[in-house]
């Protein structure tokens, strides 16, 4: 047979490429061969074919002459320990990775043998055998530890009737650390501090620590935001290459740019805030042909023209993926000569910006948008609080010369993105957050639910209205976009919810295109029953969580088909990388995005995702322990509280009152047997029939508030208080408390691992996914 006729069923390049970046290891050219099934002239030509394509650089020789594309991680391969996940799990890097030049690291997932795990911790180096997932993530089995670094600890010092110990600040840790005065670095009792782990106690079977850095007393409640940052491995100072680059920064120049000077813009921020990195303003379009729409301005801060590719700063912004914000501090993404400075839109003084113009409708449509670089001066730094009131009739001297030149104009293109926002079927859950207010020595003085205004709607369907307007303009442009996605439910949890609805009488239908107004409908038919609250909390857990990704998923929550973060570079990496993508596009200066950085979205994404989290955590940690401080005098008051977790270990409850997060243990429930009802949300007792469920008001009383962790213990204040209450024992059933030796019928039962997640994930910090999720 002629070699012509061999080749005729040759696959081509693209299919042999695909065939080994989907090989989770690296093949040789028998496993092509076999794959495809070639023989004779097809095998030679394929030797030909991968010898062009290690030339081309796309496949890289991995020993033993095996092939894999150039970013596959070997089979085997040393890692290093760098974190936890959302779920505890442990996540690794390939050790000695150089980030500058070869961008962030894969994601390394660990897995290994009790021994193996419990003698791993962040900053441990393992050899492990690597398995590719995906792009830039992998599983990895411990082979054996191969290093230590010093593993720090933060914790409480105190002194016990067996000497100096160390009570580590992480809910999860199960034992104290021996602390001897020696160690201790002049820390008194009641101090936090920072502490490296030395050795195992040779008597105790303790770990011996010293102390490296000394936080303050937990007395002091500004320690207890520190706690968090040191917890989830927050950076706080920046390399001093960093800061001189933004000490050395300068005003921009005009040259090049839009003049915006004489347009008054105006920022509206929090009360509290220091840095201004958007500004607004809108007028009535006058074109006849869009009677009633509106022409909108929004214009950012330009942190591309300060933050160059590859400089000291851009390498520490990315690292830090955002700012993090706590009550009493912030650790921003920036140096404050930036975020605070020539980066924040200060009234009366000029700044650069990349603005965008939009034209919308009469029912928020967005028609059109253009964006530019431009010199912008605000006109004014207002607040929420000030605007609302302007609108309501108390103007003061600030708001009261822009209320109908600046302010009315904002509100009235507010009412037609907000029909916009109705049309598309938004999702609304209504998850109150809460605020801490600190007195003048930073001790928390009150805690009150955050305020909800129509000023705030304003800025945030502005903002909303820009971020999907520089998604549009990005794919029109074919540039690379870092979208911000909400992919849609689970599929598993809406069947679960399903089936939860169909006792209530409420219909979800099966088989349906899940849609956010799907959703809606299901909660507008739960309101005014006893179920609205269940219902509610039902549906937050079906979502998914927001994340960043060059892939456009689109975003559920929001009912958008694109949409990517544009408003904020100053605290988010990802809107300096869609400023960066809109400079290169649109050709509006040599500091846009490089081919490089372009190539690394998908890593990055993965990794500015994860930092995001970390802050999310951090912050939300801050603020239990701050609130355990505030009720630690009130221990033995009672509350009202509704459970908004059910798990085979007891009932999480979030006290109306606070917003505070607490754990009835379930052995504190009146004496009885207690099933884990996993489809019904519910424990329910098997002796008496008592029934605890999701959704559920309870009289509560504090028990415990522990300001080292975060963590209230509770227990009902009414035990009797539960519905389907039994007077008498179900028969066939003897009186007993929970125990191993009971069994929980295998329909009821609820997987250890997964337990171990809802202890971690409290709805409190489901809530807080959902809040981040645009």
């Known amino acids: 047979m002629a070699r012509e006729d061999f080749l005729e069923d040759f696959p081509d390049t693209t299919e042999i490429l695909r065939y080994i970046e989907d090989s989770p290891t690296p093949v040789d050219k028998r496993d092509i061969a076999r794959a495809f099934e070639l023989k004779g002239a097809q095998r030679r030509r394929l030797r030909e074919v991968l010898l062009e394509l290690q030339e081309q650089g796309k496949l890289e020789d991995k020993g033993k002459k095996k092939l894999a594309p150039p970013d596959r991680l070997p089979p085997v391969g040393v890692v290093e320990v760098v974190g936890l996940d959302e779920d505890g799990e442990l996540i690794a890097k390939p050790a000695n990775w150089a980030e500058e030049d070869s961008g962030p690291p894969p994601r390394i997932y660990l897995s290994a043998g009790r021994s193996s795990r419990a003698a791993l911790a962040v900053g441990d180096q393992a050899l492990a055998k690597l398995a590719r997932v995906e792009d830039g993530v992998y599983e990895g089995k411990v082979i054996r530890r191969i290093g230590r670094s010093p593993r720090r600890v933060l914790g409480l010092y105190e002194m016990t009737s067996q000497g100096g110990r160390l009570r580590p600040t992480d809910k999860r840790a199960k034992q104290d650390y021996v602390l001897n005065p020696p160690d201790a670095a002049g820390a008194k009792p009641g101090e936090l501090v920072l502490a490296e782990v030395k050795s195992y106690h040779p008597r105790m079977g303790l770990r011996d620590v010293r102390v490296v850095e000394r936080l303050g007393s937990l007395d002091n409640q500004r320690a207890l935001s520190l706690v968090a940052i040191h917890e989830h491995g927050l950076r706080t100072a920046f390399p001093e290459e960093a800061e001189a680059e933004a000490e050395a920064a300068v005003t921009v120049g005009a040259k090049g740019r839009d003049n915006l000077r004489d347009i008054p813009l105006v920022t509206i921020d929090g009360a509290d805030a220091r840095d201004f990195d958007d500004a607004v303003y809108a007028e009535p379009d006058d074109e006849a042909k869009n009677h009633g729409g509106w022409r909108l301005l929004v214009a950012i801060a330009d942190v591309a023209h300060y933050v160059q590719p590859d400089s000291a700063l851009d390498r520490e912004a990315r690292a830090r993926g955002n700012s993090a914000y706590f009550p009493d501090r912030v650790v921003p993404m920036l140096p404050e000569a930036l975020s605070n400075g020539w980066c924040s839109l200060r009234p009366k003084e000029d700044r650069g910006c990349l603005a965008v113009w939009m034209t919308i409708d009469a029912e928020g449509e967005l028609m059109a948008w253009r964006f530019l670089r431009g010199v912008m001066r605000s006109a004014a730094r207002l607040t929420y609080e000030q605007v609302q009131a302007a609108m309501d009739g108390a103007p003061d001297d600030t708001s009261g010369p822009l209320l109908d030149p600046v302010i009315r104009p904002l509100y009235g293109a507010f009412q037609a993105l907000l029909t916009n926002r109705r049309n598309r079927g938004t999702l609304e859950l209504d998850m109150p957050e809460r605020r801490i207010l600190l007195n003048d020595e930073g001790d928390v003085a009150g805690i009150e639910p955050r305020q909800r205004l129509d000023s705030h709607r304003v800025i945030e369907e502005l903002m909303i209205c820009a971020n999907v307007a520089a998604a549009g303009e990005l794919e029109r442009l074919r540039q690379p976009c870092m979208y911000r996605v909400h992919d849609l439910p689970d599929p598993q949890k809406v069947d679960a919810l399903r089936e939860v609805l169909d006792g209530m009488g409420i219909r979800l239908a099966k088989g349906q295109v899940i ?34 990704s060059p892939e456009n998923l689109g975003h559920f929550g929001l009912a958008l088909q694109r949409y990517a973060h544009f408003t904020s570079p100053i605290r988010r990496y990802a809107d300096l990388l869609v400023h960066r993508a809109l400079i290169r596009g649109l050709k509006l200066g040599g500091d846009g995005l490089t081919e490089a950085q372009a190539t690394q979205f998908k890593a990055i994404g993965e990794q500015i995702s994860m930092t995001e989290r970390a802050a999310m955590a951090a912050e939300r940690d801050a603020v239990d322990r701050m609130t355990a401080a505030f009720l630690s005098d009130r221990v033995g008051a009672t509350f009202e509280g509704r459970v908004n977790g059910v798990t085979r270990f007891g009932l999480f409850v979030t006290l109306i009152e606070s917003g505070a997060d607490g754990l ?67 028969s066939g059933h003897h009186k007993a408390k929970n125990s191993s030796e009971k069994k929980t019928p295998s329909n009821l039962k609820t997987k250890q691992s997964s337990d171990r997640k809802d202890r971690k994930r409290t709805p409190q910090a489901r809530r807080s996914r959902v809040r981040r999720s645009r």
């Open 515 to 548: 849609r956010p107004k799907t959703f809606k409908r299901v909660l507008e038919q739960a309101v005014g029953t006893p179920h609205a609250n269940m219902v509610s909390e039902l549906v937050l857990r079906c979502q998914s969580q927001a994340v960043y």
């Open 664 to 730: 009835i243990p379930i052995s504190s429930l009146p004496d009885d047997f207690y099933v884990h009802d996993e489809r019904q949300h519910c424990l329910v007792g098997r002796r008496w029939g008592r029934r605890y469920r999701l959704g559920e008001l309870l009289p509560v009383r504090l028990v415990e508030a522990d300001r080292t962790t975060g963590g209230l213990v509770l227990h009902l204040a009414d035990p009797d208080h539960a519905e389907d209450t039994e007077k008498q024992p179900s």
